[in-house]
Antibody, heavy 120, light 113 residues
Framework: QVQLQESGPGLVKPSQTLSLTCTVS??????????WSWIRQRAGKGLEWIGR???????DYNPSLKSRVTISLDTSKNQCTLRMSSVTATDTAVYYC????????????WGHGTLVTVSS | DIVMTQSPDSLAVSLGERATINCKSS????????????LAWYQQKPGQPPKLLIY???TRESGVPDRFSGSGSGTDFTLSISSLQAEDVAVYYC?????????FGQGTKVEIK
């Protein structure tokens, strides 16, 4: 059974860089044909796709966040990492990692999410 | 970006009755090359992540009860719950994956009347 678990600091100061890790179990993060996405949900709001990293080595991001976001894979640890720079209070949200496949791009597995609060 | 608009924002349905949620995309999510609609539905219960219900607009995910069904093509889609159960109380989201940035509808909250 594939499981995803997000982790990282629950509190980040404004202007700093948010860094979250998604640890995958039950599947190899480097398996060809898969991608790993980050999605966030602000309180009382809907879902916003942040970006994805393909196991083929490419990535793409939501243009609204592209200038501040980097997603990468650490295959030795079976982890996917999200880094978001210059955060503000509007980045306060629950952050999810999710898996999809190149030929079936919908999100079939999700982590439980981690709440990140941006506040001084 | 493709804008996904759901209606209604919320609905209350009696147990055992049908619930219908609509989702409209600002441009088609149908791919002529694959002959598929790039549209998924998710269910989110409080404190939980979204759960995949339907993909390719009408294919039910393994383990999802058959009272859930998806239909539609192009820009107009529907999620139906044929006989609402207490455990179906949740927020439902549609999502297009035809082109990035992938986008979600604003969600529809389903409650018991």
């Amino acid at each position: 059974q594939v499981q995803l678990q997000e982790s990282g600091p629950g509190l980040v100061k404004p202007s700093q860089t948010l860094s979250l890790t998604c640890t995958v179990s039950g599947a190899s993060i480097s398996r060809a044909g898969y991608y790993w996405s980050w999605i966030r949900q602000r309180a009382g709001k809907g879902l916003e796709w942040i970006g994805r990293f393909y196991t083929g080595g490419t990535s793409d991001y939501n243009p609204s966040l592209k200038s501040r976001v980097t997603i990468s894979l650490d295959t030795s640890k079976n982890q996917c990492t999200l880094r978001m720079s210059s955060v503000t209070a509007t980045d306060t949200a629950v952050y999810y990692c999710a898996r999809g496949r190149q030929l079936d791009p919908y999100f079939d597995y999700w982590g439980h999410g981690t709440l990140v609060t941006v506040s001084s | 970006d493709i804008v996904m608009t759901q209606s209604p924002d919320s609905l209350a349905v009696s147990l055992g009755e049908r619930a219908t949620i609509n989702c409209k995309s600002s441009q088609t999510v149908f791919s002529t090359s694959s002959n598929k609609n790039y549209l998924a539905w998710y269910q989110q219960k409080p404190g939980q992540p979204p759960k995949l219900l339907i993909y390719w607009a009408s294919t039910r995910e393994s383990g999802v009860p058959d009272r859930f069904s998806g239909s539609g093509s192009g820009t107009d889609f529907t999620l139906s719950i044929s006989s609402l159960q207490a455990e179906d109380v949740a927020v439902y989201y549609c999502q297009q994956y035809e082109s990035t940035p992938w986008t979600f509808g604003q969600g529809t909250k389903v409650e018991i009347k």
